[in-house]
């Protein structure tokens, strides 16, 4: 059997982190259906803090404001296409995209994340999976501790638990490190980006094909070390 580990650089707010996230999701599946005992491998997903500058400082603002500042050099047609293009290739993996609602500080995202490490993986999926959804399809602000809190929560957690813990400055410090590590790995080269088995790296939004040759390329070398 054959364990094959992913770091995952991201930061919730990020567009083609989410589109990432389902192309590594499709890659694994299809993996783990096609390839010869794909089945009996398993998949080891660590999810790395990163922050995107502008959605640290200050409290939540309206996406659309935010989206103004920041293509104020566009034209409205380049705009609307870009706003396409994304709807489509959101579409494309099972995302419908709303550009709509706040934009805030990730820290306690990335915070609860950690907070659940030890938790089963199963349940860690489902919570990095609701928390992307949260912001880019349901509107909701992510950097709000309750909604936060009542996503963990569906998975388990206790709330007050919960409450206290993200109400106190728990692993901000291990976080803020963490993300500067990545930071440096990154360089400005911006996320996502994956590690896979600590010597392989992808950047940017992969399609599942590649990731899924990366992984076949992977358990064909181990076959050989090992023949």
Request: hydrophobic share 35%; net charge negative.
């Amino acid at each position: 059997m054959t364990t094959i580990e992913i770091d995952v650089i991201s930061d919730f707010v990020c567009s083609w982190c989410y589109v990432g996230k389902k192309q590594l999701d499709r890659a694994i599946a299809l993996y783990q259906k096609v390839y010869p005992d794909g089945k009996n491998d398993s998949f080891i997903i660590r999810y790395r803090p990163y922050f995107l500058q502008y959605s640290q400082d200050g409290p939540s603002v309206d996406k659309e404001v935010l989206a103004e500042k920041r293509l104020a050099g566009m034209s409205q047609e380049k705009r609307e296409a870009l706003t396409r293009r994304m709807n489509q290739i959101g579409e494309s993996v099972g995302i419908r995209f709303s550009w709509k609602g706040k934009i805030g500080p990730t820290m306690d995202a990335h915070r609860l994340m950690h907070l659940v490490r030890e938790q089963p993986k199963t349940t860690q999926e489902a919570i990095v999976e609701d928390i992307f959804r949260a912001y880019h399809v349901q509107e909701r602000d992510i950097s709000s501790k309750e909604v936060l809190a009542g996503i963990a929560v569906e998975h388990g957690l206790s709330r007050d638990e919960l409450k206290d813990w993200l109400s106190s400055d728990e692993a901000k410090a291990d976080v803020i490190q963490e993300a500067s590590h990545y930071r440096d790995i990154r360089s400005k080269t911006g996320v996502p980006a994956y590690i896979v088995q600590g010597l392989h790296r992808l950047e940017g939004s992969q399609d599942s094909q590649d990731f899924l040759e990366l992984f076949i390329r992977i358990k064909e070398e181990e076959r050989e070390a090992t023949a």
